[in-house]
């Protein structure tokens, strides 16, 4: 069908030709290919340029005019072995060539179609604006071009699908059986962004095992930067059916609890009134909401109290505790203030002689009847 139409628009340009070439087709033959040659080149120069000028565009208007240019000046190339075919009455013992070509221009289109989808997701990370939706666009977007284009060459080539629709339910239970993993990861992704568990650039925590910066959602799996700077990919199935702690939402700001003790006696107004000074000095500690020291309890050997401050990003925790412990310690170093450790009083017996602990040992044993003989 799609020769068809080719065919019909393609008679007009065709009569035209063989007018100019005097009744001799094979003549128009390479002014068809060098007017295509020519007039790629063109559009491929002027589609440069202009990207050049449209650089302030949208993102995805750039990711188009990066990845069109190449593919229009091969289509137009094509296009000319096409008419060229067309003019010397080919098309018909020329079936394969036609139907290559076609292929050709489908599977370039794609290709085209997937990095276009892949350079706009890449700009859309740079910008300032954010879309949570951008990496499932992606996955989506290859998929749905696949599919399509399957579809695509299976209507050129006129192949027969139904006796692959006839085994497909036997094809179907082994591939779900071989590929029952891969599927699972499928749908755990799409089940996780739907969710909206996380997406990129947040801070998660796996089972408390694992912890790291969000960096790709892909259909399989998900890609962890730890704090080791290590990637981590983990699979989307596995995300889905554990616990999976986001420390980056509702806030980027997380709130800490710090363990302070102080020894009995001491005034706890002036513990609460050193540790805020300390917090107040500390670059990582934010401002609001303030922080707070409460009164925990009566420990075994000391006051305990709670430090209740805020930070700016997850991946700042264990450098503020640090900084925040150690202006504790000089603080309360320079204030007199003790801070206790647990200690414990050992008291030990006299030794007891052999002689009186035999003499104890017999009075607790009970005493024991030997039987009854026989009168003897």
């Known amino acids: 069908m799609s020769l068809a139409v080719l065919s019909a628009l393609s008679v007009p340009g065709t009569t035209w030709l063989e007018s100019l070439a005097g009744g001799r087709t094979w003549l128009s033959v390479p002014v068809i290919l060098a007017a295509s040659y020519l007039l790629a080149r063109l559009v491929y120069t002027i589609s440069r340029r202009h990207l050049a000028r449209s650089s302030a565009g949208t993102s995805f208007g750039r990711a188009t ?44 289109w794609a290709r085209a179609s997937i990095r276009i989808g892949g350079r706009w997701l890449e700009y859309v990370r740079e910008g300032e604006t954010t879309y949570e939706f951008a990496p499932m666009f992606k996955n989506l977007w290859t998929v749905s071009v696949v599919l399509v284009t399957l579809l ?79 990637l981590v990919t983990v699979p989307n199935a596995v995300l889905n059916s554990t ?77 503020a505790i640090d900084r925040v412990n150690r202006g504790v310690y000089d603080a309360f170093e320079d204030a007199g203030i003790t801070i206790p450790f647990p200690q414990r009083e050992l008291s030990f017996l006299e030794e007891a002689t052999a002689h009186d602990f035999d003499e104890r040992l017999a009075a607790e044993e009970p005493a024991t009847e030997r039987p009854p003989t026989d009168g003897k």
């Open 152 to 230: 695509l060459l299976v209507s050129v080539w006129d192949l027969e699908v139904t006796p692959f629709l006839a085994s497909a339910g036997i094809l179907g239970i082994v591939i779900g059986f071989a590929a029952q993993d891969a599927i699972g990861n499928l749908i755990g992704g799409i089940a996780l962004y739907f969710d909206n568990t996380y997406k990129v650039g947040d801070v998660i925590r796996v089972d408390d095992d694992m912890r790291g910066t969000v960096t790709d959602v892909g259909i399989r799996s998900t890609t962890v930067l730890t704090e080791d700077n290590l």
């Open 65 to 108: 005019f990066e990845e069109v240019h190449t593919p229009i000046a091969i289509t137009i190339g094509l296009l000319g072995v096409y008419l060229s075919l067309l003019v010397l009455d080919l098309l018909e013992s020329s079936y394969v060539v036609v139907g290559v070509v076609t292929t050709a221009l489908i599977v370039l």
């Open 243 to 319: 616990q999976v702690v986001n420390e980056s939402a509702p806030q980027r700001h997380m709130r800490l609890r710090i363990p302070i003790t102080a020894a009995y006696g001491t005034d706890y107004e002036l513990v609460e009134e050193l540790v805020l000074e300390v917090c107040s000095e500390c670059p990582l500690v934010r401002e609001r909401p303030a922080p707070q020291v409460l009164f925990s309890e009566f420990g075994d050997s000391a006051l305990v109290f709670e430090l209740r401050a805020y930070i700016s990003h997850p991946l700042v925790e264990k450098r």
